[in-house]
């Protein structure tokens, strides 16, 4: 049926200041930029995945209508909209010290979990992204369990 995901998109308030992060700072390229009209179509990728785009879309016309606009971007500041990604990663602390040195502030240290090691941050719009270095294996509950 489906042979995998093409788009996923992600609130931004500003698509300039965002394509200076995601792209600036965490190492993604603009994948389209075309202004419809109506609206910008603006997508990122990363270059190790160039068919997996994140687009960054300002909330409003013509996919809501000025009041859930309103909403959305309100829910977006507070972080309430889930995470707007989880990237992998071979090195978790290395990446962590190599974005913190661009100036990336981070909600959460690099951390060993049951799934790998990983460390929280948030873009400048408030939704915040993780990044994993993935641990080897299969992870169960009784992982979990252990952990708390």
Known sequence: MF???SHHSVYVLDQDE????YCGKLGFEVSA????????WLTIALPSQPDRHLMLEVPGSPFV?????EQLRDLLTKGALGAAA???????RATYEE????GV????EPTERPYGIDCALRDPFGNPVRITQPAGGPVTAEDFAQEG
């Not at 974005?99 to 661009?102: D, G, S, V």
């Open 33 to 40: 930029d075309v202004d419809l009209g109506f609206m910008r």
């Open 86 to 92: 989880i990237l992998t990663t071979k090195d978790c």
């Open 99 to 102: 974005l913190r040195a661009k």
């Open 3 to 5: 042979t995998g995901i």
């Open 105 to 108: 502030e981070f909600t959460e």
């Open 18 to 21: 965002a394509l200076a992060f």
């Open 65 to 69: 209508d000025d009041a859930t606009a």
